[in-house]
């Protein structure tokens, strides 16, 4: 069985210090990981869903860097709204392929589950976004893997969760991906 590790909504700041919402974020990752690296079983796989900092700063980015380093070999990362494409790819430059603000996605298959990470960072929103150009991608990815079990890792939910305010900044197109979900068997999991 795969064991995979998901983190998000990280939200580190450059000034280790600095709290969001009373909270101090990078301590609370430093004690997550740390809390996990004694507690828990190895992970297969490192998934982090977005929201890596709260500012955007490449010094923020490069303190989550060391702070999953001895995950760095199995990580995998999709942008939240609180993310830059151009600078998390910059740091993560060994992990994430492309180029500047172009979309940031992944796929690989491990122990018979295709896990495919989806981009619903939209520059300068808080709401995601999913688009055709994307579907088309995922329908592809799907179908050339041959796997019967498919993962999907976003950051911005693809349903209304019962919350007003997460709802009101949830994923907007996300119909496309419902339809898809709905009608591929093979996914099984959206994280």
Known sequence: ????????????????????????????????VAWI?????????????????????PASYAAVQQILSPWQERLWQVPGNHDDRTVLRSVFA??????????????FTDQGWLCVG??????????GWMDQPQLDWLKCVIAESGVSQVALF?????????????????LGGREGL??????????RLVC
């Open 1 to 32: 069985m795969i064991r995979i590790l998901q983190l998000t909504d990280l939200h580190v700041f450059c000034e280790p210090e600095q709290r969001l919402k009373g909270i101090p974020t990078r301590e609370s990752l430093q004690d997550v």
């Open 37 to 57: 690296a004694q507690t828990e079983a190895p992970f297969d796989q490192v998934i982090v869903t977005g929201d890596h900092t709260h500012d955007e700063m």
């Open 94 to 107: 060994d992990h994430i392929s492309g180029q500047g603000d172009e979309p940031i996605r992944f796929h």
């Open 118 to 127: 989806l981009d619903t960072h939209l520059p300068g929103e808080v709401a």
């Open 154 to 170: 976003l950051h911005h939910p693809p349903v209304d969760v019962g919350s007003e305010w997460m709802d009101a900044i949830g």
């Open 178 to 187: 419902q339809q898809l979900i709905a009608e591929d068997k093979r996914i």
